[in-house]
């Protein structure tokens, strides 16, 4: 009887084990999954250039500049803090104008600072900079959803996704911040052209 209950509690403390080693390899195949193709980027085309890093560092913190006003006016309307719609409507317009004046905040810095001068290891070019500055506007805005469930991750339980039951929802929520991150990279990136296009157009009318 006694060789029984020390094998059910051996039993126990390993299955116990494997379910916290298992929800720990989940979370950090979470993170791992949302920020591998960002951070891949950063490394093929920016981390060689002081510069560009700064950029991609400013684009982060315009990007919560741009949250921190949303914030504020969610905060302060306070009949509409109660609707979704209120938010997206408001936010996205914030977030696409605080894009815009980075944009311009570097178009002034390319004749009195140089900005498009080359390292000695990397050729800075225009597209170049709106990618890196994207992407620091991405990393930012991406890991917001994964931090949310970063915490239940880690156990004692796991939590299945509904949609999909073949994949925890960290999982998705980790692909979902992949995707942001990216998106957010390339709306820069689209969006840059599209002012310089702009801004051509109006030079030569």
């Given at each position: 009887?006694?060789?029984?209950?020390?094998?059910?509690?051996?039993?126990?403390?390993?299955l116990?084990?494997?379910?916290?080693?298992?929800?720990?390899?989940?979370?950090w195949?979470?993170?791992?999954?949302?920020?591998?193709?960002?951070?891949?980027?950063?490394?093929?085309?920016?981390?060689?250039?002081?510069?560009?890093?700064?950029?991609?560092?400013?684009?982060?913190?315009?990007?919560?500049?741009?949250?921190?006003?949303?914030?504020?006016?969610?905060?302060?309307?306070?009949?509409?803090k109660?609707?979704?719609?209120?938010?997206?409507?408001?936010?996205?317009?914030?977030?696409?104008?605080?894009?815009?004046l980075?944009?311009?905040?570097?178009k002034?810095a390319?004749s009195?600072?140089?900005?498009?001068?080359?390292?000695?290891?990397?050729?800075?070019?225009?597209?170049?900079?709106?990618l890196i500055?994207?992407?620091?506007?991405?990393?930012?805005?991406?890991?917001?959803?994964?931090?949310?469930?970063?915490?239940?991750?880690?156990?004692?339980?796991?939590?299945?996704?509904?949609?999909?039951?073949?994949?925890?929802?960290g999982?998705?929520?980790?692909?979902?911040?992949?995707?942001?991150?990216?998106?957010?990279?390339?709306?820069?990136?689209?969006?840059?052209?599209?002012?310089?296009?702009?801004?051509?157009?109006?030079?030569?009318?």
């Amino acid at each position: 009887e006694s060789l029984r209950i020390a094998t059910t509690e051996v039993t126990t403390r390993v299955l116990r084990a494997a379910h916290v080693v298992m929800t720990l390899l989940v979370e950090w195949g979470a993170i791992f999954l949302a920020s591998s193709a960002p951070l891949s980027i950063f490394w093929f085309f920016g981390r060689k250039s002081p510069k560009l890093v700064i950029m991609m560092v400013t684009g982060a913190f315009m990007w919560l500049m741009g949250a921190l006003v949303s914030s504020i006016i969610w905060v302060a309307v306070v009949p509409l803090k109660q609707d979704p719609w209120f938010m997206v409507v408001v936010s996205v317009p914030i977030q696409e104008l605080f894009r815009w004046l980075y944009w311009k905040m570097l178009k002034k810095a390319e004749s009195g600072l140089n900005t498009l001068a080359s390292d000695d290891n990397m050729d800075i070019t225009r597209d170049r900079v709106a990618l890196i500055s994207g992407l620091g506007q991405g990393l930012i805005a991406g890991p917001l959803p994964l931090s949310v469930v970063l915490p239940e991750l880690a156990g004692p339980s796991s939590i299945p996704s509904l949609p999909c039951p073949a994949l925890s929802f960290g999982m998705v929520q980790a692909i979902i911040a992949a995707v942001l991150m990216l998106l957010q990279t390339f709306w820069n990136i689209i969006a840059a052209d599209a002012w310089e296009k702009v801004g051509a157009a109006c030079c030569a009318g």
